[in-house]
DNA sequence: ATAGGGTTAG
């Protein structure tokens, strides 16, 4: 823990050097008295060696339990890590020869050591120490059934276990229960908050701590800013700034790369190239660093013009990329549906005497699934067996899965699921698409899914799609359908992908008044058609030659400002042009068509290379 | 405990 090293450990050193332990240990009454020990060391000035040795040679944990406590009764004595270190191993041994603490607490009075707080709190540290958490809280509890108060210290290593436990409510209960915080409590709290990312709490108790008087250190002001940009709270981020200003942290590049990407992440490129425009003139030079979050922050905002030009100015800088900037390049050229010079930036990476990682890894697979150069896929293959992490995983059994090479993806599935990962919606999505795609039965396919929903892990709209979706494509409509209406009543998250996708169940089953209701109710959620929706509909309305609903919702669609796809409007067309009254009504929508179709009948690539 | 990067459905 950082907390340890600071001044308080400092000011335990100069104290220790200046040995006035040595004294009081001589002249102290109270020395006297504890018998044994104070005979032998008293004499002797008490010196952290000295304790060490004594430590190791003692002959009976007790004992040793029972000196290390004298000692740290001496005026002006700390012990040091060395001496935690060693204690550790000699509590987790009595805690394991006397089951529980109280037995080992009272073990110890029984051997004539007085249980004062003090006792009680150098216990708990070293049981804080030495990872013996479950043990840490029994003494904090034992701590008032003695009738003890915790003090701050105390209360702050509790507030520390907790949070390590995942007991987050409860470790600011401790936190809000302090009644003297100081430096460390909110030290604590601040970095576990903010290595939870949760920039709510993280804000609260920043303001509490400056409230009370206290600056974060510079490491944490850091991690504060890094919490604030990441999660969309740039503006924050930039008040945390003007406070490092202000209590002296200096304000280095990784600060201004943080705020350039958090503006950009919260959808302000503008003020991010301010940003970086001011770092330049007051004489900060950007680093690769700032350089990738720019490009990456363009291309996410769409802004592929602006991408290059950063990428040009990182070449005139003569800056030679790294790993993390050919990452991003690989997958700004996929996004972008160049996948040759994605390709060719993987292998200039020998060239550049830089090694692949698992992001790279990662966004080939997924590239070559786009492209569908499933040609490629064999030399994934080997990849199935190598240490996979999450999101590598999730990417193969998406390819494998997508290219029909199921008992890959399974493969890499139950990979994963004996290594311990945390699998998430994207692993069990790409699960039962491999399963539905691979032919598995609908009922076996839909046993699973409710046994993965059962697991109460976070779920998406992606993942109750892609069941329905697969339930859909091999005809099982009323399973499908049923599971989607049980995603409605059950308020389980459904997008546009999701009702499109009972639409086209729908009218595939020839259910077109359903459909048309689905579309409907999708606009009461909240949830607006895209083109997609339309095309499904349409077509399908077209195909059951309803013309008057075709109408209806093709006004609709005009009315929302969404612009069908070609072959839809020729659809359209077909089945109205046969009567006269409606074409006209439709004149001026369809002469706009036409001209379109002749400018550029690519509109379909279009949108597949933007993702 | 990390300044910047990777995975999904029609």
């Given at each position: 823990m950082l907390w340890r090293c600071s001044w308080v450990k400092q000011r335990r050193k100069i104290l220790n050097a200046l040995s006035f332990s040595s004294i009081d240990g001589q002249f102290s009454p109270k020395a006297r008295e504890t018998g044994e020990f104070s005979r032998r060391v008293a004499l002797k000035p008490l010196t952290h060696d000295d304790v060490y040795s004594r430590l190791r040679e003692s002959p009976s944990d007790l004992k040793t339990l029972s000196f290390f406590f004298w000692c740290a009764k001496q005026n002006n004595y700390f012990h040091d890590d060395r001496a935690f270190d060693h204690m550790v191993g000699v509590v987790e041994k009595l805690a394991r020869r006397y089951k529980s603490v109280d037995r080992v607490v009272e073990e110890l009075r029984l051997s004539g050591c007085a249980i004062k707080p003090r006792v009680l709190l150098l216990l708990l540290e070293i049981f804080w120490r030495g990872h013996l958490y479950d043990k840490a809280i029994e003494v904090y509890k034992g701590m008032s059934s003695f009738g003890y108060v915790p003090n701050t210290r105390a209360m702050n290593m509790m507030m520390d276990v907790l949070f390590k436990y995942d007991l987050v409510d409860r470790a600011l209960e401790v936190f809000e229960g302090i009644r003297v915080r100081n430096f460390f409590s909110f030290d604590i709290a601040l970095s576990h908050l903010c290595s939870r990312r949760d920039s709510v709490k993280v804000k609260i108790v920043l303001k509490m701590m400056i409230r009370e008087g206290f600056y974060p250190n510079s490491e944490r002001f850091g991690q504060i800013l890094g919490v604030f940009c990441r999660t969309g709270c740039v503006a924050q981020g930039f008040q945390v700034v003007a406070l490092m200003v202000c209590s002296g942290v200096s304000v280095s590049v990784n600060v201004w790369s943080m705020l350039v990407s958090g503006f950009f992440r919260s959808g302000e490129p503008q003020k991010a190239v301010d940003l970086f425009n001011k770092m330049i003139q007051i004489g900060c030079s950007p680093n690769l660093v700032t350089y990738t979050s720019l490009l990456k922050g363009f291309m996410d905002l769409g802004m592929v013009d602006e991408a290059f030009s950063v990428l040009s100015r990182v070449q005139s800088k003569g800056l030679a990329p790294d790993i993390v900037l050919c990452n991003v390049m690989i997958h700004t050229f996929t996004r972008l549906g160049r996948f040759q010079e994605a390709r060719n930036v993987f292998t200039s990476l020998k060239k550049r005497k830089l090694v692949a990682d698992r992001y790279t890894f990662a966004s080939v697979v997924s590239s070559v699934c786009l492209s569908r150069?499933?040609?490629?896929?064999p030399s994934f293959?080997?990849?199935?067996?190598?240490?996979?992490d999450l999101v590598t995983g999730n990417s193969l059994i998406n390819c494998f899965s997508k290219s029909g090479h199921g008992s890959y993806a399974l493969k890499v599935f139950c990979n994963m699921s004996n290594k311990d990962l945390a699998l998430d919606c994207y692993t069990y999505t790409g699960f039962l698409t491999a399963l539905c795609l691979g032919g598995a039965p609908a009922r076996d396919a839909v046993g699973i899914y409710e046994k993965i929903i059962r697991k109460?892990?976070?779920?998406?709209?992606h993942f109750h799609t892609a069941m329905i979706d697969g339930l859909v494509e091999v005809g099982e409509y009323n399973t499908a359908l049923r599971l989607f209406n049980r995603c409605i009543l059950e308020k389980y998250p459904l997008d546009v992908v999701s009702y499109t996708v009972a639409i086209k169940g729908l009218v595939r089953a020839k259910r077109i008044d359903e459909a048309c209701s689905v579309l409907s109710k999708m606009r009461e959620a909240g949830v607006m058609p895209n083109r997609r929706t339309y095309r499904t509909i349409i077509s399908g309305l077209c195909e059951e030659k309803e013309k008057d609903k075709v109408k209806k919702i093709l006004w609709e669609c005009i009315e929302e400002g969404v612009e069908l796809d070609p072959n839809t409007k020729f659809k359209v067309l077909c089945l109205l042009s046969r009567y006269h009254r409606d074409v006209s009504e439709f004149r001026s929508v369809f002469e706009k068509w036409t001209y379109n179709f002749d400018v550029s009948g690519s509109c379909d690539e279009l949108s597949v290379s933007s993702g």
């Amino acid at each position: 823990m950082l907390w340890r090293c600071s001044w308080v450990k400092q000011r335990r050193k100069i104290l220790n050097a200046l040995s006035f332990s040595s004294i009081d240990g001589q002249f102290s009454p109270k020395a006297r008295e504890t018998g044994e020990f104070s005979r032998r060391v008293a004499l002797k000035p008490l010196t952290h060696d000295d304790v060490y040795s004594r430590l190791r040679e003692s002959p009976s944990d007790l004992k040793t339990l029972s000196f290390f406590f004298w000692c740290a009764k001496q005026n002006n004595y700390f012990h040091d890590d060395r001496a935690f270190d060693h204690m550790v191993g000699v509590v987790e041994k009595l805690a394991r020869r006397y089951k529980s603490v109280d037995r080992v607490v009272e073990e110890l009075r029984l051997s004539g050591c007085a249980i004062k707080p003090r006792v009680l709190l150098l216990l708990l540290e070293i049981f804080w120490r030495g990872h013996l958490y479950d043990k840490a809280i029994e003494v904090y509890k034992g701590m008032s059934s003695f009738g003890y108060v915790p003090n701050t210290r105390a209360m702050n290593m509790m507030m520390d276990v907790l949070f390590k436990y995942d007991l987050v409510d409860r470790a600011l209960e401790v936190f809000e229960g302090i009644r003297v915080r100081n430096f460390f409590s909110f030290d604590i709290a601040l970095s576990h908050l903010c290595s939870r990312r949760d920039s709510v709490k993280v804000k609260i108790v920043l303001k509490m701590m400056i409230r009370e008087g206290f600056y974060p250190n510079s490491e944490r002001f850091g991690q504060i800013l890094g919490v604030f940009c990441r999660t969309g709270c740039v503006a924050q981020g930039f008040q945390v700034v003007a406070l490092m200003v202000c209590s002296g942290v200096s304000v280095s590049v990784n600060v201004w790369s943080m705020l350039v990407s958090g503006f950009f992440r919260s959808g302000e490129p503008q003020k991010a190239v301010d940003l970086f425009n001011k770092m330049i003139q007051i004489g900060c030079s950007p680093n690769l660093v700032t350089y990738t979050s720019l490009l990456k922050g363009f291309m996410d905002l769409g802004m592929v013009d602006e991408a290059f030009s950063v990428l040009s100015r990182v070449q005139s800088k003569g800056l030679a990329p790294d790993i993390v900037l050919c990452n991003v390049m690989i997958h700004t050229f996929t996004r972008l549906g160049r996948f040759q010079e994605a390709r060719n930036v993987f292998t200039s990476l020998k060239k550049r005497k830089l090694v692949a990682d698992r992001y790279t890894f990662a966004s080939v697979v997924s590239s070559v699934c786009l492209s569908r150069e499933f040609d490629l896929l064999p030399s994934f293959a080997d990849g199935i067996g190598t240490e996979l992490d999450l999101v590598t995983g999730n990417s193969l059994i998406n390819c494998f899965s997508k290219s029909g090479h199921g008992s890959y993806a399974l493969k890499v599935f139950c990979n994963m699921s004996n290594k311990d990962l945390a699998l998430d919606c994207y692993t069990y999505t790409g699960f039962l698409t491999a399963l539905c795609l691979g032919g598995a039965p609908a009922r076996d396919a839909v046993g699973i899914y409710e046994k993965i929903i059962r697991k109460k892990i976070r779920l998406d709209a992606h993942f109750h799609t892609a069941m329905i979706d697969g339930l859909v494509e091999v005809g099982e409509y009323n399973t499908a359908l049923r599971l989607f209406n049980r995603c409605i009543l059950e308020k389980y998250p459904l997008d546009v992908v999701s009702y499109t996708v009972a639409i086209k169940g729908l009218v595939r089953a020839k259910r077109i008044d359903e459909a048309c209701s689905v579309l409907s109710k999708m606009r009461e959620a909240g949830v607006m058609p895209n083109r997609r929706t339309y095309r499904t509909i349409i077509s399908g309305l077209c195909e059951e030659k309803e013309k008057d609903k075709v109408k209806k919702i093709l006004w609709e669609c005009i009315e929302e400002g969404v612009e069908l796809d070609p072959n839809t409007k020729f659809k359209v067309l077909c089945l109205l042009s046969r009567y006269h009254r409606d074409v006209s009504e439709f004149r001026s929508v369809f002469e706009k068509w036409t001209y379109n179709f002749d400018v550029s009948g690519s509109c379909d690539e279009l949108s597949v290379s933007s993702g």
